[in-house]
């Protein structure tokens, strides 16, 4: 069975850092882009980063400059390094991944459980 288990959420002042991480676990033949999504109350869930496994990344406008995304292929392993954190960032922050089982299956879209980042001004 395929997870996606994140860890590193918590409470930080603004202007600090976290650093999250989200490994996939279980039987998978291949991930494409992996990435973090995040949802605040009473808001939508939005695009943070995406990464695929060549190494091309994507980010939201209102996290650049602030935000890394990087990938231990490896280790199927996708992190996210917040700096420089706003109150508006707080959130409940999601990993995805796309991937294939198997050789002969299809790509399905999988989410990690989702974990907290609570910004305090």
């Known amino acids: 069975q395929v997870q996606l288990v994140e860890s590193g959420g918590g409470l930080v002042q603004a202007g600090g850092s976290l650093r999250l991480s989200c490994a996939a676990t279980?039987?998978?033949?291949?991930?494409?882009?992996m990435g973090w999504y995040r949802q605040a109350p009473g808001k939508q869930r939005e695009l943070v980063a995406t990464i695929t496994s060549g190494g091309r990344i994507n980010y939201a406008d209102s996290v650049k400059g602030r935000f890394t995304i990087s990938r231990d292929n490896a280790k199927r392993t996708v992190f996210l390094q917040m700096n420089s954190l706003k109150p508006e960032d707080t959130a409940v922050y999601y990993c995805?991944?796309?991937?294939?089982?198997?050789?002969?299956?299809?790509?399905?879209?999988?989410w990690g459980q989702g974990t907290q980042v609570t910004v305090s001004s």
């Open positions: 279980g039987t998978i033949f291949s991930i494409n882009a």
């Open positions: 995805n991944a796309p991937l294939r089982r198997t050789y002969s299956s299809g790509t399905v879209d999988y």
